[in-house]
């Protein structure tokens, strides 16, 4: 678990303004497509995962935080956001307030799982969540979303790899034949994939291991084993995202390591070398079975989830800054300037203005050195000269003329001076 520090105290972790500037982006993209955020605790039952994500998966099994509480209640901190999400929406009876729910949200989960690049105990991911739709077209929507938002985060290294698990009609044909194959070839694979193979089978498809690996190469195909409604559902998806012009791969190895998936199912891996092996930036797909299994109305639902530890990293490997520096630093030549100067930063901050003032003190050289180091646009030392004349001089930091200033109008006059 890590602290998120601004600037250049971060160290390995990209440094709050550049979560900042992901998070701004991504709810500026949610309102364009009509998402409302929603909050859940951080907490819940522990059946609710075990009845939702699966009791075999590794994520049930292993990685979640659970405990008694004082009343001897079983609870959980969320390792994932959809069925907080979902669960949110039974309670509230919101199938009978709106035929189509379209939800986001952007926070913290937890697991107990081994520590890779981008990949934390404590983790935070940006999701969405779409019901009440079985189109094909809200699916693609929402893979549009992702791209859009990696698109206007600038990162263009990462492909959508894309996959149909069919649905109760024809993938139980399909994981005979895959249980068949993995039997022939189970001493080849690791200890958890032959866990895996007694009570979760296709999750072989998504382990890492090299060796696991070069068994599935050969394994049954899934695409081959879809009904027809499943296979007109997948051939739509396709469609739609053609039309759209978002490339894809078809990669039938895509499982999630969830079992409420059915249908469509999808990941965006990224080609970095900041994130070693775990090229996985996010994922999801289509869960048409959940919020019924839950206890909720029969209702569709398709969703995903990103994490942003990894997105950030990938930013912060780009080397570009964000985060708005200062309008204003607002230096004191003499100790009886000091309450003249705090009075009129606080009056610019009213105003508008971004603006820097060491409520310390110090020499004026030492003021400018801190004015030079938190990257200010401009400063401005007030002196006793100053006050009796009510006129000060803005000093770009950058170089350049200092630009005479009445103390009444300096808001106004860093708004109109050029950026550069």
């Known amino acids: 678990m890590n602290d ?50 699966g009791e075999e998966t590794d994520i049930v099994g292993k990685e979640m935080y659970t405990f008694e509480d004082k009343g001897g209640r079983s609870l959980s901190l969320r390792p994932e956001g959809t ?7 039974i309670e509230h009876s919101v199938a009978n307030q709106e035929p189509l729910t ?28 779409a019901i009440g739709s079985r189109e094909a077209a809200q699916d693609v929507e929402l893979m ?23 649905d109760d009609a024809c993938r ?42 070069a068994v599935v190469r050969s394994a049954p195909n899934i695409l081959q084993f879809l009904c027809e409604p499943c296979k007109a559902h997948f051939e739509e998806v396709k469609r739609k995202l053609d039309a759209l012009g978002v490339r894809y791969v078809i990669n039938s190895q895509i499982v999630r390591g969830l079992d409420y998936y059915t249908r469509t199912t999808f990941e965006f891996i990224a080609a970095h070398p900041a994130l070693g092996t775990a090229s996985t930036v996010g994922g999801g797909g289509r ?30 490997e780009g080397g570009q800054k964000y ?13 009886g300037s000091a309450d003249a100067a705090f009075t009129l930063a606080s009056k610019l901050r009213r105003e508008g203005l971004r603006v820097e003032f060491d409520t310390r003190g110090g020499s004026l050289k030492s003021q400018m050195k801190r004015a030079d180091k938190t ?27 200092p630009i005479p200033v009445a103390l009444t109008e300096v808001a106004q006059t860093v708004r109109a001076a050029p950026q550069g």
Not at 327 to 335: R, Y
Not at 375 to 401: C, D, I, N, T
Request: aromatic share 10%; glycine share 10%.
């Open 287 to 316: 869960y048409d079975k959940l919020l019924k299994s839950l206890g909720g109305p029969d209702l569709p639902a398709v969703g995903f989830g990103l994490g942003l530890d990894r997105l950030t990293l990938l930013l912060k």
């Open 375 to 401: 990257k200010a646009r401009f400063a401005l030392v007030l002196g006793q000269a100053e006050r009796e004349s009510g006129k000060a001089q803005l000093k770009p930091m950058a170089g350049g003329e």
């Open 144 to 166: 549009d979303l992702v791209v859009q938002l990696l698109e206007a985060l600038g990162l263009k290294e990462v492909s959508l790899n894309l996959n149909s698990l069919g």
């Open 83 to 89: 069925a907080p999400a979902v669960r949110s929406f």
């Open 4 to 53: 998120l520090l601004p600037g250049e105290l971060g160290g390995d972790m990209a440094p709050v303004e550049v979560w900042q500037h992901v998070e701004r982006t991504a709810r500026e993209l949610f309102s364009r497509f009509g998402y409302g955020e929603i909050r859940t605790p951080v907490v819940e039952d522990t059946a609710l995962f075990v009845r939702s994500v």
């Open 172 to 213: 139980p044909a399909f994981q005979q034949k895959l249980v068949e194959y993995l039997t022939a070839h189970r001493a080849e694979l690791c200890e958890d994939c032959q866990r895996r193979l007694e009570n979760n089978p296709m999750r072989v498809l998504d382990c890492k291991n090299e060796k696991c690996q």
């Open 323 to 335: 985060g708005a520096p200062p309008d204003v630093f607002i230096a004191v030549a003499d100790e």
């Open 102 to 129: 379209r939800w986001y949200y952007i926070g913290p989960m937890f697991r107990y799982e081994r520590m890779k690049t981008g990949r934390y105990r404590q983790f935070f991911q940006i999701g969405a969540e």
